[in-house]
């Protein structure tokens, strides 16, 4: 369906996508099957960010907002203007996809439960940055990526789903990191789908499936 089909829709669910860089995750989201979730809405941290042009391309909504005067965090005062441009906009989902910020108060609050993330590796081993170095580091036969919800802390949220991937023994970082990537790309698409569809339950940590 084309964002432009959708707009004055109810049955369909607004997703905004928040990318710092390269985007490839937001273009899977756009390009794969989420119904009934749509991705209407790309907001990027870096005005320079490869994903605000694929946005550009593909028609969706691209902007830049600024992100406040840190490096790893938002401000207050900029963490609320996202979420209060997201309710305007009617978004009932954010997925993060290389957002390279850690959301402290405003969003969460905005979008409790209803935030995601992809992360590359199998969490809870390798949370934070460099997750494909950590797991040549550590030696790990298998690796892979995980769609979670996001809470308060790093990588730390209830786990939706895991896609696994071998770790050969002349992979490099890059190697590994390009084969994770073609996983994350099912994954973050399948997870938001379930979402969407509201087949999903908490039970404490574990997300279960209320249709299996
Ligand atoms: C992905 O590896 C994702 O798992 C991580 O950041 C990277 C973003 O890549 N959180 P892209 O911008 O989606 O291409």
């Known amino acids: 369906m084309l964002q432009s089909e959708s707009d004055n829709r109810n049955d369909v669910l607004r997703i905004a996508v928040l990318a710092s860089g390269r985007g490839s995750n937001f273009e899977a989201l756009c390009r ?9 809405l790309l907001i990027s941290d870096r005005p320079e960010a490869t994903a605000l042009k694929r946005a550009s391309d ?19 005062d900029e963490e609320k203007q996202w979420a209060d441009l997201m309710l305007e906009r009617g978004i009932e989902l954010v997925c993060l996809a290389g957002l390279m910020r850690i959301l402290k108060g405003p969003l969460l609050e905005a979008f409790a439960g209803r935030i995601m993330n992809i992360h590359p590796s199998l969490l809870p081993s390798f949370p934070g940055l460099h997750s494909q170095r950590q797991a040549l580091d550590y030696g790990v036969k298998l690796s892979g990526c995980t769609v979670h919800y996001v809470d308060f802390r790093t990588d730390t949220g209830s786990v939706i789903l895991q896609r696994a991937v071998p770790v050969k023994d002349d992979d490099t970082e890059d190697s590994l990191a390009a084969r994770i990537l073609k996983q994350e790309h099912i994954a973050y698409s399948e997870a938001v789908k379930l979402h969407c569809s509201g087949v999903l339950e908490a039970d404490g940590r574990r997300i279960l499936r209320k249709d299996k």
């Open 32 to 40: 794969g099957d989420t119904a009934p979730g749509i991705v209407t």
């Open 58 to 76: 593909l028609g969706v909504e691209a902007l830049y907002m600024y992100p406040g005067n840190y490096r790893t965090r938002f401000g207050l």
